[in-house]
Structures are given as structure tokens and as C-alpha cells.
């Protein structure tokens, strides 16, 4: 895959007024909304998640792959004359590439009303694999912020009809992870929210 590619993406606020809405939305909310999104996107059921067929529906975003100054920075989402970029430090695995777009276009379909008013969110190493936050100022709206990202991007590129799938035909979480191309970490959350597997 071209990891130099620069996509073009917009919100669906025609289907779902998402900043208006996301101010009551529950955990689970996202998630079947992050499902909705990956049917639309991913028709064919494709894995790893087809980021390019965002963009024949939305011209606002931009995304880039790039080396970013702070290593321990995995992605950022910025929000600057009407026009959203993403940036993928491009110096991570391709799997940690692969979620953090996923985790920054959390940030883009629920969160665009904060990310106007605050200019940009940017996401470390431990923003995605832990509770830390990195660079913003309210820990809790951060907190709150960050879980919902994530939600919305494992549902987005590991959709639970999928992953039963492919937990069925490999009973391996290194397999899964390899197949939706995230890190077994990422996968093993994953089956266990879906209860395929206990912690």
C-alpha cells in the first residue's frame, strides 16, 4: 500500500448530525455507528479496512503520511481554514499506522466541533495503547475523547461480524491481527470485547 497517498474525506452530517448528536452518545452508540460507517466503506467486507474508498465521498480532510518531529507522537488531527488534516507518522509499524488513521478519523466523524474550537488533537504512543494522554490541557474531556476515538476505530476497521469471521477460521489473535493488519494487542482487546476470548 502507498503510504504517501493523500486522501480526501468529509463527515456524513447528511446521515447523522454527529456533533450535535455525539454530545448524549454512549460507548455502544459509537460503536454500531463505527459499524454503520465500515458497511458503507466496506462493502465487500474487505480486511485490512479499504481507507481509499473514503474518499470518493468527502472532500474536507486530508491525510498524510509523513515522518513526524516526535517520535512518540503516532498521529495528530488539526483543524485549520475549514479543512481537516490528518498526520500518520509514517516512521511507525504499518499496523499502528493502520489504527491511528482509523483512530484520527474518530476524532473527525465525532469530534469536529471540539476540534474546531481547539485547532488540533494530538495522539502518542500511550494515548493509543493506554490511559495516558499527551498534549491536551482537560484530562477529562481528553480521557473521554480518546476512548471514544478508539472504539470508533476498532469497530471501524475490525467490525464484529468480520472479526467472528476470521476468530472462526483461525482461532489465533496473531492471525486476526496480521488479517485486519493492527497489532495483536489491538485484536486481542478487540476479541475480547466481542467475548470470543476471555482476559
Same mark, same amino acid.
Given at each position: 500500500m502507498d503510504r504517501q497517498l493523500v486522501? @480526501? #474525506?468529509t463527515p456524513l452530517v447528511d446521515s447523522y448530525p454527529i456533533q450535535d448528536y455525539n454530545k448524549m452518545m454512549?460507548?455502544?452508540? *459509537?460503536?454500531a455507528l463505527a459499524e454503520e460507517y465500515a458497511l458503507k466503506y466496506n462493502p465487500k467486507h474487505? =480486511?485490512?479496512f479499504p481507507y481509499e474508498n473514503v474518499i470518493t465521498e468527502h472532500t474536507d480532510l486530508r491525510v498524510y503520511f509523513t515522518t513526524l518531529d516526535d517520535d512518540a507522537v503516532s498521529g495528530a488531527i488539526l483543524f485549520k481554514d475549514g479543512q481537516y488534516n490528518i498526520l *500518520? +507518522? +509514517?516512521s511507525k509499524p504499518e499496523a499502528r499506522q493502520h489504527f491511528t488513521l482509523a483512530h484520527e478519523l474518530g476524532h473527525y466523524f465525532l469530534h469536529g466541533e471540539e476540534l474546531r474550537g481547539e485547532h488540533a488533537i494530538i495522539d502518542?504512543?500511550?494515548t493509543l495503547d493506554g490511559p495516558r494522554i499527551l498534549y491536551r490541557s482537560d484530562d477529562n474531556?481528553?480521557?473521554?475523547l480518546e476512548i471514544? =476515538? +478508539? +472504539? $470508533? =476505530? =476498532? @469497530?471501524l476497521i475490525m467490525p464484529a461480524d468480520l472479526v467472528r469471521r476470521a476468530w472462526d477460521a483461525t482461532h489465533s489473535i496473531q492471525e486476526c491481527a496480521r488479517i $485486519? @493488519? #493492527? @497489532?495483536?494487542v489491538a485484536m486481542s482487546i478487540r476479541l475480547t470485547r466481542l467475548g470470543l476470548v476471555s482476559e
Open positions: 486522501l @480526501s #474525506v454512549k460507548l455502544p452508540q *459509537i460503536r474487505l =480486511a485490512p *500518520i +507518522n +509514517n502518542g504512543d500511550d474531556k481528553a480521557q473521554r471514544e =476515538a +478508539n +472504539n $470508533f =476505530a =476498532a @469497530s $485486519f @493488519s #493492527v @497489532s495483536p
